[in-house]
Every structure is written in C-alpha cells, then in structure tokens.
C-alpha cells in the first residue's frame, strides 16, 4: 500500500504559478512511477505528466508541455509538479498516483494504482 497526499494548490491570477507537492508513505517510493492528473469541471480526470522511478523520463501533455515540469526526490519520498504560465483552462483539482507497471511511463489511468485526494487549482483570469 502507499498512501499519497497532494498539496500546493490554491488561488492564482493567469500566467502566474504554483508548485504541487506530493508525499507518500508505505512503501518504497522508488519502486514507483509517479504521475499527476487533473479533472476540471464537468470534464474527465486526463492525464497531465509522468516520472520514471529515478527521474531519468519524463512524458507531458501535450497542452502543458513547456510550462509544467515534474520532478521527484525520492529521499523526501515527494514527487513535484512545477506549473507555470498558468492559464483559466488549468483550472482544476490535480491528483498525483502511484503505478506499478515497472518503469513504464504512461498517460492511461488504469497503470496507477495509488491515487491521492486531490488538491484544487483554481486559475482566474
């Protein structure tokens, strides 16, 4: 089991910027690709980023490419999402997960197994 908790997220004005963090227990971090979600209003949860278990991959969507950056430090057992250039479409509540799929990075929502409550972003214009 590992358990998940997002925070970072809040209140800001387009173009501006915020940083998501996400702490695990239980288990070896390490032995995880770490991913970040996002499910906007009315919307279904997509995909955002993914990180290989030591940081060497990293795979984006294509709509954030450019402005959000993930990284993970596995000593603090904490993955990150950098998120800059913020836009009213990014406005969201963000989950990290966990996968188990060795070190494969994927989009797909059924390759993490652990997921977080979420924590909401919201972009104003």
């Known amino acids: 089991q590992v358990q998940l908790v997002e925070s970072g997220g809040g209140l800001v004005q387009a173009g501006g910027s915020l940083r998501l963090a996400c702490a695990a227990s239980?288990?070896?971090?390490?032995?995880?690709?770490m991913g970040w979600f996002r499910q906007g209003p009315g919307k279904e949860r997509e995909f955002v980023a993914a990180?290989?278990?030591?940081?060497?991959?990293?795979l984006y969507e294509d709509s954030v490419k450019g402005r959000f950056t993930i990284s993970r430090d596995n000593a603090k057992n904490t993955v990150y999402l950098q998120m800059n250039s913020l836009k009213p479409e990014d406005t969201a509540v963000y989950y990290c997960a966990a996968g188990v799929n060795g070190d494969t990075l994927s989009a797909q929502r059924g390759a993490y197994e652990y997921w977080g409550q979420g924590t909401q972003v919201t972009v104003s214009v």
């Open positions: 990180i290989s278990r030591y940081g060497r991959s990293t």
């Open positions: 239980g288990r070896t971090f390490s032995g995880y690709v």
